[in-house]
């Protein structure tokens, strides 16, 4: 989430007016403009996203009593704070009753998602993943995955602890707020090139 060009304060009304560029990348970080030069998504993360994808939807149709969408290719979400965010998530479990934010012919859910995954491409900045980090966890999502392919690990964030590495032979886990879930981080990365 490099910032290419400097921050511009406005509010999710003006930033979901905004005309879609396709060479650029936005998002609207606690009231600032962000920008940067869209770059295409690399053979890691689309392989690891489909793979995320997979586990995702298997472990959603053994749920009976779980509820919600799951989403991803940058699905759009508008974080509440003291200054709004709307940031793109690759994958992300939606609780059914998550209304939609509506402003002209643009839809993003209104509220958090209870996991919210992001995958690393080459391009990302360490203090700007801090960033989409703490504003997940301030607006109090429970899980937030972050992989990063190239060095093949999972680090899990929670707002109530800390963050804790997973590397290749270990298996994160949902619990509590997604019974059931787990996915291994070794076969995240079987066959990616």
Known sequence: MSVDSPPRRMTVDEFLSLRDRRDVERMLIRGELWERKMTYRN???????????FFLEQWYRSQSELIGTLVGGDAGFRIMGPKDSIVGIDAAFVPKDTPL????????????????????????RQKDIDTKVDIYLGANIPLVWIIAP????????????????FAQSATPSGEPHLPGLTIPVGELFVDVI
């Open 43 to 53: 053979p890691w993360h689309s392989s690891v996203l489909m793979k995320v994808a």
């Open 101 to 124: 934010y509506r402003y002209g012919g643009k839809v993003v859910f209104d509220g958090p998602p209870i996991l919210a995954v992001e995958i690393l491409s080459p391009s990302d």
């Open 150 to 165: 190239h060095q093949q690990t999972v680090t899990v964030y929670r707002p109530d602890a800390e963050p804790k590495l």
